[in-house]
């Protein structure tokens, strides 16, 4: 008996030694499918992009691992709004495609609020490779970009956010709403929106859907995730994922603003205590000898 006792507690130790080098090496496996995929997602592979109408098409495929922006030609789209990454053939687009067109084995699709990007791998561990990786980058950028209530004030927390980029929904009256990572310069005030460029101290900021913009939108947006950046020459217009997200970017931004307002306005005090009655009479004849037409020469 004791003999069988020790033999079992043997065979035991074993399965228990085996289990640990096979976790090991899923997990060698992992870490090595994981790097794999950040150098080929970046240089970019290539698919057979199935569309709505059309024949389908051979596509190059990259994918930005720092901003999550993932783009083929002149399109794209950002992890960060992907709702769902689907294996198989199960979009409208898929189902007008053939199993002997394409292999559900082999396709993919990723999904969005506004549209779906359907792929068509080249084999099955192709396949698995992108939707894991996909997955996992998207996981993580989300994580980076999650609101901690812990730790630091909200303000701090909306200042480390938009200095790393927020993507949000941009709306407009000539083209469908698009995806665009909005950048805010907390020293300057200075916004970035894709090729936009705004200053927060040059802006109204209004939460809802107030602007010409909105109202030609309709109720393809809740009004509780809207907000407009009103200049005198043009008008933002961005919505959030949740209310929580809109309201952070709202009172964020307002706050900056009259932060931004403060320093200047200290700034103007600082420098006009510093100039004493002299400089400041030899500042106006300067600025009175610069109303007068002089004639100069230039000497090259």
């Known amino acids: 008996l004791d003999n069988r006792l020790f033999t079992i507690s043997e065979e035991s130790a074993d ?17 090595k499918a994981k790097k794999d995929f950040f150098v080929i997602a970046s240089l970019g592979q290539n698919f057979i992009k199935h569309g709505r109408a059309g024949k389908p098409h051979l596509k190059t495929v990259r994918v930005d691992t720092k901003t999550g922006k993932l783009w083929w030609d002149d399109q794209s789209l950002y ?6 990454i689907k294996r198989g053939k199960h979009t409208k687009v898929f189902d007008g495609v053939s199993v002997n067109r394409a292999d559900p084995r082999v396709c993919f699709s990723i999904v969005t609020p506004f549209r779906t990007l359907d792929l068509q791998a080249a084999s099955f561990n192709e396949r698995e490779m992108w939707v894991e990786g996909l997955t996992r980058l ?27 980029g927020r993507n949000l929904t941009k709306w407009s009256l000539k ?53 407009s950046l009103i200049h005198r020459k043009r008008t933002l217009d961005l919505s959030a994922t949740s209310q929580v997200e809109r309201d952070m970017w709202v009172s964020g931004l307002r706050n900056l603003q009259q932060s931004l307002h403060t320093s200047q ?18 500042a106006a004849d300067f600025l009175q000898f610069c109303t007068i037409k002089t004639k100069m020469y230039k000497f090259t």
């Open 15 to 31: 399965d228990i030694k085996m289990e640990e080098i096979l976790t090991k090496q899923e997990q060698a496996r992992q870490e």
């Open 79 to 84: 992890l960060q709004d992907v709702t769902e």
């Open 138 to 164: 998207q996981l993580k950028l989300l994580d980076n970009t999650q609101i901690d209530h812990k730790g630091l004030d909200s303000q701090s927390q909306f200042l480390i956010i938009c200095q790393q």
């Open 175 to 227: 083209s469908v709403p698009g995806t665009k990572l909005i950048m805010v310069n907390p020293a300057t005030g200075k916004i970035k929106c894709g090729a936009a460029r705004l200053f927060v101290q040059e802006v109204q900021i209004v939460p809802g859907k107030t602007t010409q913009v909105f109202e030609r939108v309709g109720d393809e947006v809740k009004e509780e995730l809207c907000f």
């Open 265 to 282: 306005r200290n700034l103007r005090e600082e420098v006009e205590a510093m100039l004493n009655d002299q400089v400041k009479k030899d």
